[in-house]
């Protein structure tokens, strides 16, 4: 796999998007921006995670609470970050490369803790999405330092022209529900691009976009990475399967103890 170069000068981010399926901007947030950024989490991991439904925040070992590999909708719990999701550069961002208004929907935490953090399954955002036209993005944020032992993310490039979706069955991995089937074609294979980089790195990909994150093979050091999902305003939800489809997820991973 070929380390990505992130987005030259002579190309916008909007040509690059179009093109490849994904924008990479490194840095996307200055040094002190993110020792910001950080100090805020741990704060919302102290202060905000005890009120938190079960359903919005899960752990890699249910017994440790140290052990939090995602988190969704932190920017209902606080001010800091539903304005780092709705009014930030990353909103602008987003609005640039849908070519429309961008409407925030939720902020993610995602986190592969030292030696224990599971691997990501290959899929594709919009399938979870459930909205027509697949008019979506998600942001991608790394907190830290990331490479291909602790898990950074790989896409397939231009796997978002398909037509459709590729299909997805259900995984075993909490809170990614839905894994790829077929992956490992030979266009996988030969489009498959690994974005490692440093904290303030900023990704943002297209909800057609396939892409996956190996295991944390560090015995020392987290992947922490915070999400920003966008909905273009054309975008339409089709919340009775949603809802549904999320009960029924939330059931299971009740029953099976994981939650």
Known sequence: MSAAMSTGTATSHREA??????????????????????????????????????????????????????????ERYDGYFAELLKSSEVHALAEEVLGEPAIAQNMEYFNKPPGIGKQTPPHQDGYYFMIAPPQAVTGWLALE??????GCLNYVRGSHRGEGWRPHGRSQILGFSQGITDFGTPDDVANTVTMPGDAGMLL???????????????????????????????????EVAKRAYQAKLDADLKAADKI
């Open 145 to 150: 330092p990331v490479d291909d032992e602790n």
């Open 17 to 74: 998007f179009d093109r490849d399926g994904y924008v990479a901007i490194r840095p996307f947030f200055s040094a002190a921006r993110m020792i910001e950024i950080n100090r805020e989490l741990d704060r919302y991991l102290a202060d905000c995670v005890p009120q938190m439904k079960d359903t919005e925040v899960y752990y890699e070992d249910k017994s440790n609470r140290a052990t939090v590999k995602q988190m969704m909708f932190l």
């Open 204 to 238: 943002m990909h297209h909800c057609k976009t396939v892409h996956w994150a190996s295991p944390n093979r560090s015995p020392t050091r987290s992947r922490r990475a915070l999400g920003f999902v966008f909905f273009g305003d054309s975008a339409r939800p089709d």
